[in-house]
Each structure stands twice: as C-alpha cells, then as structure tokens.
C-alpha cells in the first residue's frame, strides 16, 4: 500500500499550488480520501475530504473558498487545488485514504508547503 504526495514546494503569497495524491496497493474508489496538513508543534489538521462518489467537503474554514479536492479513480489519484495562498497555510499536507466499513486507513509521507516572500 503506498499513498504518495507530490506538488509541494515554496510559493509567494497569492499564489497556488496543485497537490496530487497517487495510491497503490487497495482498492482506490472504495475509500474515502482526505487531505491534512500539520505544522510544527500543532495537531494534524483536517482541511477536505472527498467520498467515494467525488463529493467533497470542506473542513478548516480558513481555507474556504480557496482549497478545491478532486479525485480520478481511474488514476488512482487525488489533487488538492489551493489558490490565493496565504503564510499560514505553510504546513506538511499529507493524504489520507479510510474505508469506513472495514476501517483500513493509509497514509502518505506527506509534501512540505511553504508561503513566504
């Protein structure tokens, strides 16, 4: 089983960055995916989630309106669209696949964000 993070980097602020989430190993499309981003000294916080059909909602209200989840099951692949950037939205992000009924869950090694001038 792999959830691997990619797309992460240092951007100015305002700017965007697409995260991608590539998943091997389980059956994608049966899990639930979530995108969670954590920095230093904090908890892990959830910032989306998208079920199994594509629907996505929106957890942290700080990134309402800014932060889009997607996902391609025939990639085996979730994105994570984040615009208009912000310094406090430095953070690692990492993905997360649940299966609620069996209660397996993955997780990626996480990608490093960082908003600075």
């Known amino acids: 089983v792999q959830l691997v993070e990619s797309g992460g980097g240092l951007v100015q602020p305002g700017g965007s960055l697409r995260l991608s989430c590539a998943a091997s190993?389980?059956?994608?499309?049966?899990?639930?995916m979530r995108w969670y981003r954590q920095v230093p000294g904090k908890e892990r916080e959830l910032v989306e989630g998208i079920s199994t059909a594509g629907s996505s909602t929106n957890y942290a209200d700080s990134v309402k309106g800014r932060f889009t989840m997607s996902r391609d099951n025939a990639k085996n692949t979730v994105y994570l669209q984040m615009n208009s950037l912000k310094p406090e939205d430095t953070a690692v992000y990492y993905c997360n696949a649940k299966n609620w009924g069996s209660g397996y869950e993955y997780w990626g090694q996480g990608t490093q964000v960082t908003v600075s001038a």
């Open positions: 190993g389980f059956t994608f499309s049966s899990f639930v």
